[in-house]
């Protein structure tokens, strides 16, 4: 099996595994193999035929499945894991202890903060009007909040923010803001009641 790929210019810390068939420090269209540094902390697991273009400043404890697109120009924190066949568009900024599962789609602009915990098959979008002649010129990713959790195969429209420790039910099409602390469901989503009211069968609170 074909060994991983590194490019020039990229710094990885101690203590990192990289799968085969990885490619590390990729140059985005118009750069130079090299042009950009790639930096990525120590203890890093990354696995077979994930990508990683340059430019990309990434911290301790990254962990992704297998077959993950990053794009380049994202800052990323400490213990942020990506599941398998997950991708995450250019000049995204991800919190600390962020984890999102496999088939996430994260666009341009994104911001994720601390401890945010997004399902599978989750979709972020950021283009209002796709295909309109001024689509790129208006972009604007989804804002998640710190502890906030977006469930399986939900879908945030454009410049929504999630609120901090709220959480998106699975299937979801979350049109607006979501108030902190809050659970939303449904398409549109619509408030439910507060995550501080959940149960679980027994009685006892999940959060």
């Known amino acids: 099996m074909e060994k991983a790929k590194i490019h020039a210019n990229v710094q990885i810390g101690s203590n990192h595994s990289i799968g085969p068939c990885s490619i590390i420090g990729e140059p985005p269209r118009g ?8 930096v990525i902390g120590k203890n890093a697991t990354i696995r077979s035929h ?7 400043v990434i911290g301790d404890g990254f962990e992704t ?7 380049e ?22 919190g600390d202890g962020v984890r999102m599962h496999s088939n996430v789609f994260i666009p341009e602009y994104t911001k994720i903060m601390d401890g945010a915990w997004i399902g599978p098959n989750a979709v972020l979008t ?24 977006i469930g399986a195969n939900a879908t945030v429209l454009p410049g929504v923010r999630i609120g901090s420790s709220s959480l998106v ?5 979350v049109t607006h ?4 602390g809050t659970v939303v469901v449904g398409n549109p989503a619509k408030m439910t009641k507060k995550v501080s009211d959940l149960r679980y069968g027994n009685g006892e609170k999940p959060y």
């Open 31 to 38: 750069k130079r193999p090299g042009e950009l540094k790639t």
């Open 50 to 56: 994930s990508v990683i273009y340059a430019g990309n």
């Open 65 to 71: 499945g297998h077959g993950i697109m990053l794009r």
């Open 73 to 94: 120009n994202n800052r990323i924190g400490n213990d942020v894991s990506v599941g398998s066949h997950s991708v995450i568009e250019r000049d995204c900024v991800i």
């Open 126 to 149: 950021n283009a209002e009007f796709p295909k309109s002649a001024q689509a790129k010129k208006f972009l604007q990713g989804p804002v998640i909040e710190s502890g906030a959790k």
């Open 169 to 173: 039910g699975a299937g979801s099409v």
């Open 177 to 180: 803001d979501v108030p902190p």
